[in-house]
């Protein structure tokens, strides 16, 4: 079995080629949408099944969060920001260790031969997934940190004129660090999942009954301290961006 490095195409929707990948977060997505109709349905003072699973996912989310911005009033305005891209990246990488992704697909004659193209891939498992996801990260991060202190305090982190030729050069470094995280945010999520799928995709092959489960319930594991690590960097990146450096040093 072939393991391809990019996502492959699987159709078009009008001029849009449509992979894999995409075909997976559709899926997630519609899937947390379906839960989320489901547990706010019918809702209790005193939850119990689908809503108190959710409650208390949203509970434990909510706490961590708040241990880092330490500001009740500031985690209740960014967190469900913080809390979609959480859930969205759980879903993602949970939904990708399902049987069938990644081993159910079809043979397409190509030149040299012909390739498995599976149908279903871990959206986390492409590139161009997690490049989005971090840069939407990174620019609602300068977003925020704009409306939070003002355009003229934000920026002055990274054109610092007061600081003569030293604190400008450190401005600016501070301004390529910023969109550097894009870079490392996404090559870390995807290196993580796409290192998952080959394992997974390797022990199927050579033992397809006994040797995927152990793999399945590390890359679990693996995928929810990836969706954490994830949400905390950008939790711990609103803060500082949101932090009036002026106000301390006065």
Request: no cysteine; proline share 4%.
């Amino acid at each position: 079995m072939e393991i391809s490095l990019a996502a492959e195409k699987i159709g078009h929707l009008g001029p849009l080629p449509v992979t894999n990948s995409m075909v997976l977060s559709w899926i997630a997505s519609l899937l947390l949408i379906v839960i989320a109709m489901l547990a706010t349905r019918k809702m209790t003072l005193v939850p119990v099944g689908l809503q108190n699973v959710l409650e208390t996912v949203i509970e434990f989310l909510y706490d961590t969060v708040n241990s880092v911005f330490n500001n009740e009033k500031v985690t209740r305005k960014y967190f469900p920001f913080i809390a979609t891209f959480f859930i969205f990246i759980l879903a993602n990488n949970w939904l990708g260790t399902l049987p069938g992704v990644g081993s159910i697909g079809i043979n397409e004659v190509k030149e040299g031969g012909t390739i498995f193209v599976p149908l279903l891939r871990p959206g986390n498992a492409d590139l161009n997934h997690t490049l989005a996801l971090a840069a939407v990260s990174v620019i609602a991060t300068q977003f925020i940190g704009i409306a939070a202190i003002g355009f003229f305090k934000y920026s002055g982190k990274f054109l610092n004129f007061k600081g003569g030729p030293i604190g400008l050069f450190v401005g600016l470094l501070e301004l390529v660090g910023e969109f550097t995280r894009v870079l490392s945010f996404s090559f870390r999520l995807f290196g993580n999942i796409f290192a998952g799928e080959v394992l997974l995709t390797v022990m199927m092959t050579l033992l397809p009954f006994v040797a995927p489960i152990p793999f399945t319930l590390l890359e679990l594991f693996v995928g929810l301290i990836q969706a954490l690590v994830f949400t905390m960097l950008t939790v711990v990146f609103i803060k500082i961006a949101t932090a009036d450096h002026s106000a301390e040093a006065h």
